[in-house]
């Protein structure tokens, strides 16, 4: 139990963070443990509300793959998957975008205003928030990559007070639906409304030289350094596509890219109102 002093110490190492990034923008990407455990999800729910009363300006983006896995189990169809990437068809992208858009998009907005805050649910197609390409050149693989984005409307509701909750649905120029990696658009986003942070929440610790070794975490790393541990096969798999995103968005408008651990509670917090944080923080 924290004494009083203990209480004191920490309120006191927040101040200064609390002065520097009120009023900036913090672009989330929400997923893994935080999204299915319905405890770390009221954690993660109460950091959002907490960010936002402080006077920080969180966007959410979320996707939700293994809901979608069990939707899809449902109406017995099929996940394949190419380079972790989901081959989504016709029907697949039906099942995803009443998933993403219309299930958990709006269980996230109800947590919120259950909590007393204001939140508005929005897909990538709200406002032409998100223009879409295909990323494969492929009509029947509906994946798509980012290809314009208009932050009018994100504008909007930030300079009203509102925590806009952002699902990785976009459509192109003629009307077509794609499915857009999450980790993706919220890099993307980061990169367009120029953000101070990019978070990703993942199911690690963050970047480690040994995964099996968490005092191998590396808590500051600049792109070159993250590159040399590419070459090295130090970062490899389902990392490359994160770090990616999260240096296209420092070479872009953002200042920090953080990867953390979504297992923690109050993960968010602790990596924005704390000298040490708990993740991994990338800068150029």
Known sequence: MLTD????QVLSEALPFIQKFSGRTVVIKY???AMKNDLLKNKFIEDILFLSYIGIKPILVHGGGPIINAWLKKVNI???FQNGIRITDKDTMEIVEMVLVGKINKELVTLINKKQGSAIGLSGKDGRLI????????PNNLVGS???VNIKVLELLLDSGYIPIVSSVAADDHGQSYNINADTVAGALADAIQAEKLILLTDILGIMRSPSR???LEKHLTINQVKRLIDQKIIVGGMIPKVDCCIKALQGN???AHIIDGRVEHALLLEILTADGIGSMLTL
């Open 146 to 148: 980012v290809k314009k």
């Open 131 to 138: 223009v879409a390409s295909n990323l494969f050149s492929d």
């Open 254 to 256: 953002v200042k920090s």
């Open 78 to 80: 099929k996940s394949h």
């Open 214 to 216: 968490p005092e191998t």
């Open 31 to 33: 997923g893994g443990a």
């Open 5 to 8: 002093s203990n209480r004191v």
